[in-house]
Structures are given as C-alpha cells and as structure tokens.
C-alpha cells in the first residue's frame, strides 16, 4: 500500500504529463513513482531529466544492459518494485530470455561477457550498505570499460539508488506490465510484489 497515493493522469500539470510520456517508451506507462513526484512538478521534471540523461547511450554501455545494471542494482537493494520495472525494461530493449532469466545470478551464467560481468560487479558492490566498491573491482571494471562508459555505468547505478530508497520508502504500488515481467523472469529469486500493491 502506498504511503502517498499517485496522481492519475487527468490530476498532473498538462505541460508536466507532456514531458513524463517519456516513460512509456521504455515501460509501456508513466510509473507510479513519477506520478507520485508530480505533486510537486519540479521534482518529478527534475527526475525526468535526469532518467534522459543517465538512459542516453553514447558509448559501449547499451540501452538492454543499461536496465541490465538497473536491475542489479535494485536486486542488491532489495527494491521489488524497481527490480519489476528494470527486467521489464531490459526485456522491451531487447534482453534474450536467457539474460533475463540469468541476471539475477550473472556471475555463474554464460549469458553475459568477461566486460559485463566486470560491470554488474560495479554495480552488486555500489549498491551494499556499506559500500563494497574495491580497488580490485574497479580495475576489473576499468579494464573493459572507457572512463566515460564508468560514469554511464556509475549514472545509472545512483539513479536506481534514488529510485531505491524512493520506491521502498514510498511503497510504490507496481503496475501491470512490470507485475507480469517479474513473474515471467524472476521466478528463481525470492522476488514477489511485497508491499508494492494497491
């Protein structure tokens, strides 16, 4: 159950709901973490910007294994509702089922490379409470990596760590889509909606 109830669409700021469309591309709706923010449209736009930003691909670091690192990140965290949105996502920028199902376990999975897994390292030890980033990991990290790719990596590894602490803090309710991506890929996690409903 959500601690604050998200706008419906007819609720946000016209020109605010303009600028979130932006969502459904990737995850086919506006979520409900950003239909929360719009209460106050600055923060939501803000996030917005930010999401953009972080999402653009101008190196090696894909769309597809961008969501792939969220989804790491989020798993490491514990956030339900981010893990949902990120496999979905991953799944929608064109992740093979084999990715999807194996990314929770990268490490052990055939399915991703000696660079990616350097990466979803990164990402596992960035986002432990404490922080678990060593300097082997970031070798590991830097020899496969441009230091440009590292920031994409790092961008994307602290926008999930806000949307984290927002979604879980929030109680976050899931939408359909993310709900049946998570039942469809993470089925040999422990994942289930937990507090994350209506």
């Given at each position: 159950?959500?601690?604050?109830?998200?706008l419906e669409e007819?609720?946000?700021?016209?020109?605010?709901?303009?600028?979130?469309?932006?969502?459904?591309?990737?995850?086919?709706?506006?979520?409900?973490?950003?239909?929360?923010?719009?209460?106050?449209?600055?923060?939501?736009?803000?996030?917005?910007?930010?999401?953009?930003?972080?999402?653009?691909?101008?190196?090696?670091?894909?769309?597809?294994?961008?969501?792939?690192?969220?989804?790491?990140?989020?798993?490491?965290?514990?956030?339900?509702?981010?893990?949902?949105?990120?496999?979905?996502?991953s799944e929608r920028?064109?992740?093979?089922?084999?990715?999807?199902?194996?990314?929770?376990?990268?490490?052990?999975?055939?399915?991703?490379?000696?660079?990616?897994?350097?990466?979803?390292?990164?990402?596992?030890?960035?986002?432990?409470?404490?922080?678990?980033?060593?300097?082997?990991?970031?070798?590991?990290?830097?020899?496969?990596?441009?230091?440009?790719?590292?920031?994409?990596?790092?961008?994307?590894?602290?926008?999930?760590?806000?949307?984290?602490?927002?979604?879980?803090?929030?109680?976050?309710?899931?939408?359909?889509?993310?709900?049946?991506?998570?039942?469809?890929?993470?089925?040999?996690?422990?994942?289930?909606?937990?507090?994350?409903?209506?």
């Amino acid at each position: 159950m959500p601690v604050i109830a998200p706008l419906e669409e007819n609720e946000i700021d016209a020109e605010l709901l303009d600028y979130v469309q932006f969502f459904k591309g990737p995850l086919g709706v506006i979520p409900n973490s950003v239909r929360t923010m719009a209460r106050r449209p600055h923060i939501a736009k803000a996030f917005t910007d930010l999401n953009v930003a972080v999402m653009q691909c101008l190196g090696d670091v894909t769309p597809e294994f961008k969501r792939l690192i969220g989804y790491v990140t989020s798993y490491v965290s514990g956030c339900r509702y981010c893990q949902a949105h990120t496999i979905l996502g991953s799944e929608r920028f064109g992740a093979s089922q084999d990715r999807l199902n194996d990314v929770w376990n990268y490490a052990d999975s055939e399915h991703f490379s000696a660079a990616e897994k350097a990466a979803l390292d990164f990402a596992h030890a960035a986002a432990s409470v404490p922080n678990a980033v060593t300097d082997e990991i970031a070798d590991r990290l830097k020899t496969y990596w441009s230091d440009d790719d590292i920031v994409e990596i790092m961008g994307v590894i602290a926008l999930f760590g806000y949307l984290n602490r927002w979604n879980d803090s929030m109680g976050s309710a899931l939408e359909d889509l993310p709900i049946a991506a998570g039942e469809k890929f993470l089925g040999a996690t422990d994942w289930k909606i937990g507090k994350h409903h209506d």
